[in-house]
């Protein structure tokens, strides 16, 4: 591997990594993730476009899962240039701003998609618990002030985490181990202490999706709790049907979030696209299964998508 002089951070071109071992066949890897953007760019486009042209659809469970799509639509966007660029192309360059930018939007609809997901959580909360106060807890103006201080919320937890990668020296390899900016993979390559840029990068982790786990777990309990407390159990069974689509969207977004955070602390010995593909699916999998989820699962959702795709045809 070689080696550069000392650099700062400002000035340096970082190379990003296809699939370790298997470049001859970037191409033909190249298929299923085009697929695989398409389902999810169409996909979460739909389902924005249908909330937005129907009016029966506004309603706050439905603006909040316009907001799990536009999360969805920016993660993949986030990736798609350099993923395919490498697929396609072999372009490896990426000047360490760009990775900056990339890396800070990457981590940013990460940490709003963690938040809407709570937000669908206390939502699915309040109305089980409080059917009747439903429409006066939920309004539009209060979704509106949840999603504000959503992106608040992200912006002001990760910009120092991002901009402490400002102070840092590379004097090593320039090679990152994956198609996009990996914030953990970044520091690794710095030949200056990186003790606070981990302190900050874990504190911002912990204080975001860390949390939002807890709550989530924690409304979960105060669901299940308030829906056994119903003593019929078609209106038991009517009630959990209600959260089938999104705790799978919990699902999709945390197995594949845990599985990375293990294969990096206790999968070193793991093949190396071993660990560059459960990098992509953590990317991928949530912004693709999301609408399907919702299609599938949700009959307000698959009647208006099956309106909206009849009238095209038309």
Same mark, same amino acid.
């Given at each position: 591997?070689?080696?550069?002089?000392?650099?700062?951070?400002?000035?340096?071109?970082?190379?990003?990594?296809? &699939?370790?071992?298997?470049? @001859?066949?970037?191409?033909?890897?190249? !298929?299923?993730?085009?697929?695989? $953007? %398409? =389902?999810? #760019?169409?996909?979460?486009?739909?389902?924005?476009?249908?909330?937005?042209?129907?009016?029966?659809?506004?309603?706050?469970?439905?603006?909040?899962?316009?907001?799990?799509?536009?999360?969805?639509?920016?993660?993949?966007?986030?990736?798609?240039?350099?993923?395919?660029?490498?697929?396609?192309?072999?372009?490896?360059?990426?000047?360490?701003?760009?990775?900056?930018?990339?890396?800070?939007?990457?981590?940013?609809?990460?940490?709003?998609?963690?938040? &809407?997901?709570?937000?669908? @959580?206390?939502?699915?909360?309040?109305? !089980?618990?409080?059917?009747?106060? $439903? %429409? =006066?807890? #939920?309004?539009?103006?209060?979704?509106?002030?949840?999603?504000?201080?959503?992106?608040?919320?992200?912006?002001?937890?990760?910009?120092?985490?991002?901009?402490?990668?400002?102070?840092?020296?590379?004097?090593?390899?320039?090679?990152?181990?994956?198609?996009?900016?990996?914030?953990?993979?970044?520091?690794?390559?710095?030949?200056?202490?990186?003790?606070?840029?981990?302190?900050?990068?874990?504190?911002?982790?912990?204080?975001?999706?860390?949390?939002?786990?807890?709550?989530?777990?924690?409304?979960?309990?105060?669901?299940?709790?308030?829906?056994?407390?119903?003593? %019929?159990?078609?209106?038991?069974?009517?009630?959990?049907?209600?959260?089938?689509?999104?705790?799978?969207?919990?699902?999709?977004?945390?197995?594949?979030?845990?599985?990375?955070?293990?294969?990096?602390?206790?999968?070193?010995?793991?093949?190396?696209?071993?660990?560059?593909?459960?990098?992509?699916?953590?990317?991928?999998?949530?912004?693709?299964?999301?609408?399907?989820?919702?299609?599938?699962?949700?009959?307000?959702?698959?009647?208006?998508?099956?309106?909206?795709?009849?009238?095209?045809?038309?």
């Amino acid at each position: 591997m070689p080696t550069f002089q000392n650099t700062t951070a400002s000035s340096i071109i970082f190379l990003l990594t296809g &699939v370790p071992g298997l470049e @001859a066949f970037h191409t033909w890897i190249s !298929i299923p993730f085009c697929f695989l $953007y %398409a =389902t999810a #760019l169409s996909g979460n486009s739909l389902i924005l476009f249908v909330i937005i042209t129907q009016p029966s659809l506004h309603e706050p469970m439905y603006y909040f899962l316009s907001m799990l799509s536009t999360t969805d639509l920016g993660l993949s966007i986030s990736t798609l240039a350099t993923m395919l660029g490498i697929f396609w192309f072999n372009a490896r360059e990426i000047s360490f701003n760009a990775c900056l930018s990339q890396m800070f939007f990457i981590k940013l609809f990460t940490v709003m998609e963690s938040s &809407v997901l709570l937000a669908m @959580a206390y939502d699915r909360y309040v109305a !089980i618990s409080n059917p009747l106060r $439903y %429409a =006066t807890i #939920l309004t539009d103006s209060r979704i509106a002030q949840i999603g504000v201080t959503i992106v608040i919320r992200g912006t002001v937890m990760l910009t120092p985490m991002v901009a402490l990668l400002k102070r840092l020296t590379f004097c090593s390899s320039r090679v990152l181990h994956h198609s996009y900016c990996f914030h953990p993979d970044v520091m690794k390559l710095s030949c200056t202490d990186t003790r606070i840029n981990n302190a900050v990068g874990l504190t911002a982790m912990i204080s975001t999706v860390g949390v939002d786990s807890v709550l989530i777990l924690l409304s979960y309990i105060l669901i299940i709790r308030t829906v056994l407390s119903i003593a %019929a159990p078609e209106e038991r069974k009517k009630a959990f049907s209600t959260c089938i689509s999104h705790i799978g969207a919990v699902a999709i977004f945390y197995i594949p979030l845990i599985s990375l955070s293990f294969v990096h602390r206790f999968g070193k010995r793991a093949p190396p696209y071993v660990h560059t593909m459960i990098a992509n699916t953590y990317l991928l999998i949530p912004p693709v299964m999301n609408p399907i989820i919702y299609s599938v699962k949700t009959k307000q959702i698959r009647k208006a998508v099956i309106k909206v795709l009849q009238y095209k045809e038309i």
